[in-house]
């Protein structure tokens, strides 16, 4: 119900665009690993998919009050968004395996390897939970590439920016079976996931930074602080 209401709305104001849709499998567990650049990432990445992507999102997705909590709620339930515990330790764990359910019912499972939306539009250093969900479950893994969403709706803008054109691009599936049965040597799954991120470079065209997005931000506002405390001087 909320592709079919969104999408016309969706299509008209923005023109999104959507290159090798047919890399994606028709039926069948599916990993869609995509960068993660903008909160319109949930709107334009499945959007032209005929079939339901599944996201992990942030428990704080559904604990909200009030008016805005309860659409927030409605938004993420609309658009397959499962909830789960990021601070890591056992919750990760339980990440993990909700993420192997998902899969193992035959569905699509779209996650993020950065773990957060970029701060700054580039690529960040990605998280090894996508490799042991490629490696435990054997699904297929597809980069998927978001464009422009960015420019279009950067992070703290509530509202996206007409007149750019958001975009989506589906990679060739990547093939991890010469690492099935090593999916607990830490050296492997930062070589999978080291490969996933570089499949989505070439796709997004993003310049890579080798390290965390979240740690990335940090330092970014830790900058901005002592910038502004300066000025104030």
Same mark, same amino acid.
């Given at each position: ?61 559904? /604990? !909200?009050?009030? &008016? ?5 709620? +409605?938004?993420?339930?609309?658009? #397959? =968004?499962?909830?789960? $515990? ?11 395996? /909700? !993420?192997?359910? &998902? ?5 699509? +499972?779209?996650?993020?390897?950065? #773990? =957060?939306?970029?701060? $700054? ?113």
């Amino acid at each position: 119900m909320a592709k079919a209401i969104l999408a016309p709305i969706l299509h008209l104001l923005f023109r999104p665009w959507f290159e090798g849709i047919d890399n994606v499998p028709k039926q069948g567990p599916v990993i869609l690993a995509g960068n993660h650049l903008s909160f319109a990432d949930h709107f334009f990445g499945p959007l032209q998919l005929k079939r339901k992507v599944i996201s992990l999102g942030k428990s704080d997705y559904f /604990t !909200g009050r009030g &008016i805005k909590g309860f659409f927030t709620r +409605l938004f993420f339930s609309g658009v #397959g =968004t499962v909830p789960i $515990d990021r601070s890591g330790g056992k919750a990760s764990e339980a990440a993990l395996r /909700t !993420g192997l359910r &998902i899969l193992r019912e035959g569905q699509i +499972l779209g996650i993020y390897p950065e #773990g =957060t939306r970029s701060p $700054d539009g580039r690529l960040y250093k990605g998280k090894t939970g996508v490799a042991r969900l490629a490696l435990e479950s054997r699904a297929p893994v597809i980069p998927w590439a978001m464009v422009n969403t960015f420019e279009m709706m950067p992070p703290g803008h509530p509202l996206p920016k007409m007149g750019i054109r958001p975009g989506v691009r589906f990679g060739k599936p990547l093939d991890f079976s010469r690492y099935y049965g090593m999916e607990d040597d830490r050296l492997v799954l930062r070589a999978v996931t080291d490969e996933i991120m570089y499949a989505l470079m070439e796709l997004s065209g993003q310049e890579y930074v080798d390290k965390y997005a979240a740690s990335a931000r940090v330092e970014m506002e830790r900058a901005a602080r002592a910038a502004s405390s300066a000025e104030s001087r």
